[in-house]
Structures are given as structure tokens and as C-alpha cells.
């Protein structure tokens, strides 16, 4: 099951500068295993201590935030797009230090 | 005799019609028109008309364009080939739209006026009532930076009657890549004040009131308050977070919008249907996320976004369309591509959910671990 996944312009840095990576898993949790495999450290920036998805990082299937599914145990489909989406502050200048 | 005439329906009261935007009617006169089209759809007549069968005010009748009001009203003849447009002014106070000024407030345009916004008051969805809408209104604007500038320019040329600014930051030369309603020789300016006189060149019916300021928790409900809509266009996290608290203690329309590099994330919060801390619960920590000064911004991306924030203001005064509320659209504007997720109110939200915790405006710098520097 190859699943497509965003990855955003904050994060890029840390997948080797790759915008979009497909990934096999059979649910959201097992591919971002797989990508942690492949990436070290990853899973780190995108979940806490817990495991649980970081408060100030979101992770969809398709167009739907997977708190509201079944959070890292949903399954992924063929073809199905996992988008990572950070809070952002910007606009400006100024913002975090 | 009777003529064949169109009646464009406005959208929200399309699911009167099942969906046609356009009906044809034989009739005399408005009245008439207005009649058999209550027959033909019975949901209407309500709609259109009160008990005691006098047309509702917020109900606005155009034939050809001009309003019936500034013609015969209900006896204004009508002939065959002529378009009535039927479009109502106001939802009825639907959830989270700022409230239409009564009409008697609104304010009558000069000739100057109905030249100005003409190619406004030419479409049915907005009209003469609506052009008028957008001049008995209010918007805050966060921030007369990257996302400010440009949502400012555009809300003064739509002729938003009052625009309020929030930045107690001067003009940088390093801010006008992006910042495009401040000059290069506004640099040391203050950036309201540089915003305000280039409102004033572009539309003198746009009064600007300046807030040379940081908004912060003494001083936010009190100025947000004042306004129908608030643009948020700041920079950090802290201040992200009072706006958004802010705007759901005082129920406010909230039109959001944050940039990275060639990226943007845009969404409308209205109250009782999910707020930022619904999406993002908490801010990154300290030093997790770089800044635009450290990452840099593609300078356009922010006009870009900048103007669909604009957009969905105005919709917002004007209720018009489906606004963003409850979508958050993710720009990559590198691929060039838009798509939306959803976004839903969450139940256990500490600010707007079922049982809040938080029922005043907090320490915003300590809970996101940095002091608020500025709204640009
Ligand atoms: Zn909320």
C-alpha cells in the first residue's frame, strides 16, 4: 500500500529536502515507522513523549484531520495522501525565537 | 399586458427554487412577478414577505440592476426581456455573520459613489444595498505587514467604511519586498500611520483609525470589540493566540491566515464553529519553528493571501457565498496548488468547546513560552 505523503516547507529539511514521499504502511502510524526508518527522527518532531501527534502539528488523511479518526491507528488505502500541516506563525519579520 | 420576465434568485434563497438561479415569470409589474413566483415556490412567500404582506426590508428587488426602491417600488413595471433579481440583504442573523446594519443606518451614496463602485453595484449579489453594506461596516486588521497590507488596500478600495490598525512597528526598508501599502520613503514611519495616508490617497470614504500599539491583553477586547470582522495578520504565536481567544469571547468573525516561505495555511473561524485552538491547541515550542526573518517569504505569497483574506471578509459583510469557516485551504504555491481539509469545532476546546476552561484573556507570552514582539 503505497501512500502519498506532503510533507511541508518547515519539515522538508529533515527528509532530505523531498516535498512528497511515497510510503507503504497500513495505517498512518506503521508509515510514519517506515519514514522514521528511512529518516531518523522524524517521528520525534512529529510526536511526543506519549506517541500522541504533537498539539501543534496536525496530520490528515485526505482532507480529514485523523484525531477525528482513528488517530494513528487509521488505515491508509492506495492512493490515499497523508499531509503534514505545522501551525505557522508568520506574515512578518518578527515571530518565535 | 403580461410579459415574460426572468427573476434571478439570490443564492441563500435558492433552496426555496430547488436550486435554479433563474425562473421565468409572467407579469406586469414587480408585485406580480413576486406573486407568481411565491406560487410556483410556496417556501418563498415567507421568505419575501412579512404577515402583513408588505415586501421584508431585508429583501432587496432589482429590476435591471437598479433597485426597486429608486424606481416604482412594487408597481415598477416590468417588460419583456427585463431581469428581476430577488436578493435577500441579510440571512436573518445566521450564526457568526457580522450583523447588517438596519437600512435606515446605512449610508445614501453620492454620484461620486455610484461611479467609484459601479462595477460593484452592477452584479445582482451585491448592489446598491450591498455597496452601502460595505460602507456602514468595520474591519480590524492585525498587523499592516505582509498579510495587512495588501487585505487593506483591498478593503479600502471595496469602500469598507471603517478600518481599524493594529501595529506599533515602523516601516522597514527590509518589509517593502512584501508590505506593499508602505513607500520607501515611509521607512521610520510608524506602520499605521504610513497605512493610513495610503488609504486616504486611494479612498477618502475609508476612515482609518491607527493603533500605534502591540495589542495585548489589557487592550484587545477593548479594541476588537468595536469591529464586525477581524483580518489576522500577525507574525507570531502569542498574538495568534489572543486574537483567536479575543475573537471568541467577544464572538467575532475571525478571518485567518499564516504564510511559510512559498506556503500558506487561510481559514474563517465564526464563532460557535471551531477556533484556532480547535486546529492548533498549542504553539510549537519555542525555537521549533523558524521565522520569516530566518526562513524567509516569497513577498507575493503574502499579496496572495493577503487578498483572499480580504475576499472572505467582504463575503463575510456582504453574506455572500460559502466562506472558509470550518475549511482551512493550504496554498503551496510552488506547485501552485489550493486544496482545502476540514476543519471541526473541537468539543473539548478549552476556549470554545462544550466546557471551556479558559474564560478570559491568559498571559499569551507565557503560555507560548516567548514575549509578544509585534504584529507585522
Ligand atoms: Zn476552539
Known sequence: MAVEVRVPAILQSVVGGQKVLRVEGRTVGEILDRLDQEFPGVKKLLLDEDGQVRRHINIYLNDEDIRFLQRLETPARDGDIISILPALAGGGIHALR | ?376
Open chain 2, 1 to 376: 399586458m403580461k410579459m415574460p420576465v426572468r427573476v434571478y434568485i439570490g443564492t441563500p434563497l435558492r433552496r426555496f427554487t430547488g436550486n435554479l438561479a433563474r425562473v421565468e415569470v409572467e407579469a406586469r409589474d414587480v408585485a406580480e412577478a413576486l406573486d407568481r413566483l411565491s406560487a410556483r415556490f410556496p417556501g418563498l412567500r415567507a421568505e419575501l414577505f412579512d404577515e402583513a404582506g408588505q415586501l421584508r426590508r431585508y429583501v432587496n428587488v432589482y429590476v435591471n440592476n437598479q433597485e426597486i426602491e429608486d424606481l416604482a417600488g412594487p408597481n415598477t413595471q416590468v417588460r419583456d426581456g427585463d431581469e428581476i433579481a430577488v436578493v435577500p440583504a441579510l440571512a436573518g442573523g445566521a450564526d457568526g455573520a457580522p450583523a447588517a446594519p438596519a437600512r435606515e443606518k446605512l449610508v445614501r451614496l453620492t454620484p461620486e459613489q455610484v461611479i467609484r463602485y459601479s462595477r460593484h453595484m452592477i452584479m445582482p449579489e451585491i448592489g446598491g444595498t450591498g455597496q452601502r453594506k460595505l460602507l456602514s461596516s468595520s474591519v480590524l486588521v492585525i498587523g499592516a505587514g505582509g498579510l495587512g497590507a495588501p487585505a487593506i488596500l483591498y478593503l479600502a478600495a471595496a469602500g469598507v467604511g471603517r478600518i481599524g490598525v493594529v501595529d506599533f512597528d515602523v516601516v522597514d526598508l527590509s518589509n517593502l519586498q512584501r508590505q506593499v501599502i508602505h513607500t520607501t520613503d515611509a521607512i521610520g514611519r510608524p506602520k499605521v500611520e504610513s497605512a493610513r495616508d495610503t488609504v486616504r490617497r486611494i479612498n477618502p470614504d475609508v476612515e482609518v483609525v491607527p493603533y500605534n500599539t502591540a495589542l495585548t491583553s489589557a487592550n484587545a477586547l477593548d479594541i476588537i470589540k468595536d469591529y464586525d470582522v477581524v483580518l489576522n495578520g500577525s507574525d507570531n504565536f502569542p498574538t495568534r493566540y489572543l486574537v483567536n481567544d479575543a475573537c471568541v469571547f467577544l464572538r467575532k468573525p475571525l478571518v485567518d491566515a499564516s504564510v511559510f516561505k512559498f506556503d500558506a495555511q487561510v481559514t474563517v473561524f465564526l464563532p460557535g464553529q471551531g477556533c484556532y485552538r480547535c486546529l492548533y491547541p498549542a504553539p510549537p515550542p519555542p525555537g521549533a519553528v523558524p521565522n520569516c526573518a530566518e526562513a524567509g517569504v516569497f513577498g507575493v505569497v503574502t499579496g496572495l493571501v493577503g487578498a483572499i483574506q480580504a475576499t472572505e471578509v467582504i463575503k463575510l459583510i456582504l453574506e455572500l457565498g460559502e466562506s472558509l469557516a470550518g475549511r482551512l485551504l493550504l496554498i503551496d504555491t510552488l506547485a501552485m496548488d489550493f486544496r482545502t481539509v476540514k476543519l471541526r469545532r473541537n468539543p473539548n476546546c478549552p476556549v470554545c468547546g462544550d466546557n471551556p476552561t479558559i474564560t478570559q484573556l491568559i498571559d499569551y507570552e507565557a503560555f507560548c513560552g516567548v514575549p509578544v514582539l509585534a504584529q507585522s
